[in-house]
């Protein structure tokens, strides 16, 4: 067991993590990295600048990269030189600077990137339900969408966005086959605020993978399987049952089990996300 935690960042997605951590006493010490030099010591852990970060970095320590996607590189080195187990956020590379830099790390071990909903307990159930009905599945629908999320430029939606439906296709099927761009909407606002809606289609055989994602919709994360007499939908955002867990708690199950965890990939299946994602953009810009 790992008696000390450090997360990067101080977000509202690393408060949500810190929350969950401290809920379920996964660690006796959680210790917050933030970019503001205040100094700050809460009942249940610790808020600390960069400059003290490489100081209180133990032997018994893991970690969690949560800040700013632009920083990811910065702290992935880091916690790579440190030779810690740990999770980043995606998306792991943000730039083909960073891909170029990445690639010549040598020595790199494989990589916890927080794919969200490669942790969801229903992951699990689709993937039996594909590798025993291959040839009779006629479509897979994966849709992401949320009104509430606001952006001012074209494609943040996608860049945000796109690595969850990627990264589930990359796990079931293990390659990404040829796409077309089958939709493309954008308009503005009230405050300049930029709506986009995007629909990929995938060809894989007799399979066909859509992939629709919109800030225009309420709130979805939908798996629809569609065979020729059944249809199975799965949602993300509703997964915890009796006999399952949540997908933080699947998420650090993962971390703890590390060398043995089937979701610690090479640093190739992140790359290839990445590859796809500049091959979307260049398709929609």
């Known amino acids: 067991m790992y008696k000390e ?16 951590l401290i809920k379920n006493k996964l660690f006796k010490k959680i210790i917050v990295v933030r970019q503001k030099k205040q100094f700050i010591i809460y009942p249940n852990y610790k808020l600390i600048n960069n400059k003290e970060l490489k100081k209180i970095y133990s032997s ?8 700013d996607n632009k920083t990811h590189y910065k702290y992935f080195e880091l916690f ?12 792991l590379i943000n ?55 606001k952006y001012k430029k074209k494609s943040l939606l996608i860049n945000e966005w796109l690595d969850h439906p990627l990264s589930i296709i990359l796990y079931l099927f293990n390659k990404f086959p040829k796409f077309k761009l089958i939709k493309l909407e954008r308009s503005y606002k009230k405050k300049k605020n930029l709506y986009e809606t995007v629909q ?8 066909t993978i859509n992939i629709f994602i919109s800030n225009k919709i309420k709130k979805q994360r939908l798996i629809i399987i569609k065979m ?49 994602k500049l091959k979307v953009n260049e398709k929609i810009n």
Not at 5 to 20: E, P, R, S, T
Not at 81 to 91: G, R
Not at 112 to 129: E, G
């Open 5 to 20: 935690h450090i997360i990067i960042g101080y977000g509202a997605w690393a408060k949500k993590i810190i929350n969950f």
């Open 80 to 91: 790579n030189k440190l030779k810690k187990k740990f999770i980043i956020e995606k998306p």
């Open 95 to 149: 730039s083909k600077s960073d891909l170029k830099k990445i690639s010549k790390i040598k020595n790199k071990k494989k990589i916890l990137v927080n794919y969200i909903d490669l942790f969801n307990s229903n992951l699990i159930k689709i993937k039996k339900i594909i590798n025993k009905n291959k040839k009779k599945i006629i479509t897979i629908q994966i849709i992401y969408s949320g009104k509430n999320q």
């Open 200 to 207: 990929l289609e995938y060809k894989l055989k007799n399979i």
């Open 60 to 67: 018994n320590s893991t970690g969690h990269i949560c800040s």
């Open 228 to 276: 020729n007499s059944k249809k199975y939908f799965f949602n993300l955002n509703n997964h915890k049952n009796k006999n399952s867990k949540s997908s933080f708690f699947n998420l650090y199950k993962n971390l703890m089990k590390f060398n043995k965890s089937k979701f610690v990939f090479n640093f190739s299946f992140h790359k290839k996300i990445f590859i796809e």
